[in-house]
Nanobody, 126 residues
Framework: QVQLLESGGGLVQPGGSLRLSCAGS????????MAWFRRAPGKEREFVAA????????TYADSVKGRFTISRDNAKKTAYLQWNSLRPEDTAVYFC???????????????????WGQGTQVTVSS
């Protein structure tokens, strides 16, 4: 079992950069596949990015590929989501998720992840 806590959200200007952090505790962090999801106002939660336990293999939603980078530091028990050139449509609550066993084909699915953080608000506005 792992507990997740997101941080790093806030108000960011368009074109700015941001790095979100997801701190894990309670279990060996390197046993968990990690992912980021987001929920924009009035929309359902959508997949953003995923990273496997070892931190080498990553997957991105088409909507963010090329702008976003997911990474992890298992020694620090933390996963990250960072990107540049923030857009107003990036405004959303961002959630960190984890699960010990995720099939590669299901890494984009909410149902694949058992553990979730509380979310952190990102607002992109002038």
């Amino acid at each position: 079992q792992v507990q997740l806590l997101e941080s790093g959200g806030g108000l960011v200007q368009p074109g700015g950069s941001l790095r979100l952090s997801c701190a894990g505790s309670g279990d060996a962090f390197n046993n968990y596949n990690m992912a980021w999801f987001r929920r924009a106002p009035g929309k359902e939660r959508e997949f953003v990015a995923a990273i496997r336990r070892g931190g080498v293999m990553t997957t991105y939603a088409d909507s963010v590929k090329g702008r976003f980078t997911i990474s992890r530091d298992n020694a620090k028990k933390t996963a990250y989501l960072q990107w540049n050139s923030l857009r107003p449509e990036d405004t959303a609550v961002y959630f960190c998720a984890a699960d010990r066993t995720v099939r590669l084909q299901l890494s984009r699915a909410e149902a694949a992840y058992t553990y979730w953080g509380q979310g952190t608000q990102v607002t992109v506005s002038s």
